[in-house]
């Protein structure tokens, strides 16, 4: 069983930066795959980002490519969501999501989620 929780949200203004936090309970977080997804309104949960189990594989969604840095510390339990250039399409919830075995960028492969946190970008 693992749980999370994401810190860091807030409102930016278009422009600005923020970076999310998730922390994990549990022994074996090194042996996750964590994933950052987001949903606005509306919408479906989108995938944004995902790191391996190595620290060296990271994925992302084409939106985000270039403006958002995922990475993690595995002595600390922690993945970070560095967001840069954020825009008014990137105001959604956020959540931290956990998975073991392979990187996946759908939602419905995730076995653990975070509560969420919003970002919300002023134009």
Request: proline content about 2%; glycine content about 10%; hydrophobic content about 35%.
């Amino acid at each position: 069983q693992v749980q999370l929780v994401e810190s860091g949200g807030g409102l930016v203004q278009a422009g600005g930066s923020l970076r999310l936090s998730c922390v994990a309970s549990g022994r074996t977080f090194s042996s996750y795959v964590m994933g950052w997804f987001r949903q606005a309104p509306g919408k479906e949960r989108e995938f944004v980002a995902a790191i391996g189990w190595s620290r060296t594989s990271t994925y992302y969604a084409d939106s985000v490519k270039g403006r958002f840095t995922i990475s993690r510390d595995n002595a600390k339990n922690t993945v970070y969501l560095q967001m840069n250039s954020l825009n008014p399409e990137d105001t959604a919830v956020y959540y931290c999501a956990a998975r073991q075995n392979l990187v996946a960028r759908n939602p419905g492969a995730y076995s653990y989620w975070g509560q969420g946190t919003q970002v919300t970008v002023s134009s």
